[in-house]
């Protein structure tokens, strides 16, 4: 691999300098108020993304799957039932870690390449007249499919079944880069991590909490002690933590929100919607379909590309890496094999994702598929010319 060249994996994803540097700092005293300068504003900006005027949001040095545990533990008791969607690999994962707490989950299947499946989620809940179920598990973002699913939706059918069910939702791979709405759309905790559309090393689980959950954590009975926001909530009541904190990922998020504020949450959306329309139109200007079912579907974060029958997908990304220092995403799961990810995540621009759409097309070429070789890069420079941004970001 060559440092060079930037990563088109989703996650972790390409680091800024600015954000580097806000990250190498030296060592401060975290219990003096100084401090309190990093802490509170990191906090607040996280909020600001989240789109939210009510969230309480805690930061762990952990990641997103830290996350994951943070919010099955502080808002459960073991045995209770929860709802989710088995639709991909990170949505299995979750699944998994309930299971492994010892939680009672009711597993709807759906085909990989599908989103949350909303209507059947709204008959369960109203078939619960007892409300058995105390949370309902969303992934917003598959990352191992590229498929983006309606959380607004799954809100809608909770309220349609008038469930009084949490709903827990994995922003991992979605949050800060695709709009997210946590007041508007009723979600009651949101997870995602530092190293995804926050654009900084791997390390910080990040989560918004909403008034409903956070006074769910106060009887909720699964054990947890380095993950308890009730220890973290009277911790920054005097902006600290309970133990040492990850003070240089804290200045690095707090600059990082900076940064994503500055050029506007909605250009920063659209942003990734751009690029992510130009690795889109490179796919079919190649022939290939994506692992995503339908339009509505398509993440603007990560972009899953089907091979032929008969062709393993992973030597794409094995020859990449070698011949051309260049990382993508393998498939995973049921995937594995059959489809290669480009990611147009957090830190990238139209001329990066160019290089990323441009060194996929040589490896196919390279290994014998029926590609035209610049035929994906003309597709996307003509989208990117003609939808570009006149900031050049």
């Known amino acids: 691999m060559s440092f060079q060249n930037p990563v088109f994996i989703p996650g972790p994803t390409n680091i800024p300098e600015r954000l580097r540097k806000a990250c190498d700092m030296s060592t401060i005293d975290h219990r003096s108020p100084l401090f309190g300068q990093i802490l509170s504003p990191a906090r607040e900006g996280v909020r600001k993304v989240l789109k939210s005027d009510n969230a309480e949001v805690f930061i762990f040095p952990s990641t997103g799957t830290g996350g994951w545990e943070t919010a099955l533990t502080n808002t459960l008791s073991d045995g209770q039932k929860v709802l989710a969607a088995r639709h991909g690999m990170f949505s299995q994962r979750w699944i998994d870690m309930c299971q492994r707490l010892g939680l009672d989950v009711q597993v709807v299947e759906t085909p990989w390449g599908e989103g949350v499946p909303v209507d059947r989620y709204e008959e369960i809940l109203s078939a619960d007249t007892n409300h058995e179920i105390k949370a309902v598990l969303a992934t917003h973002n598959e990352t191992a499919t590229g498929v983006t699913s309606d959380i607004a939706a799954v809100r809608r059918a909770l309220d349609a079944a008038g469930h009084p069910a949490m709903l827990l939702v994995d922003g991992v791979s979605s949050i800060a880069s695709m709009d997210f709405r946590f007041d508007a759309w009723g979600v009651d905790v949101a997870v995602t991590g530092s190293q995804k559309g926050f ?16 006074e769910a954590s106060r009887s909720a009975g699964l054990r947890r002690v380095f993950f308890d926001v009730q220890s973290m909530h009277e911790s920054y009541a005097k902006n600290a933590y309970p133990y040492t904190p990850a003070f240089g990922l804290l200045n690095g998020l707090n600059e990082a929100c900076r940064m994503m504020l500055d050029e506007g949450l909605e250009n920063v ?10 690795v889109r139109a490179a796919a079919n200007a190649w022939g290939l379909d994506l692992c995503a079912r339908s339009p509505e579907l398509y993440s603007d974060t990560v972009t899953a590309i089907c091979t032929p029958r008969g062709f ?82």
């Open 199 to 214: 654009m900084l090393p791997a390390g910080l689980a990040i989560l918004g909490f909403s008034p409903k959950a956070l």
């Open 269 to 278: 959306f659209s942003r990734h919607n751009r690029i992510a329309e130009g």
């Open 312 to 393: 393993n997908s992973t030597d794409i990304v094995t020859h990449a890496a070698d011949a051309y220092g260049v990382a993508f995403g393998v498939g995973l799961g049921e995937v594995a094999g059959r489809v290669f990810r480009i990611n147009h995540l957090g830190s990238m621009t139209d001329v990066m994702a160019l290089c990323g759409i441009a060194t996929a097309e040589m490896c196919m070429v390279d290994l014998g598929l029926d590609i035209s070789l610049g035929s994906g890069v003309a597709a996307a420079q003509e989208y990117y010319r003609m939808h570009r941004n006149s900031s050049g970001a």
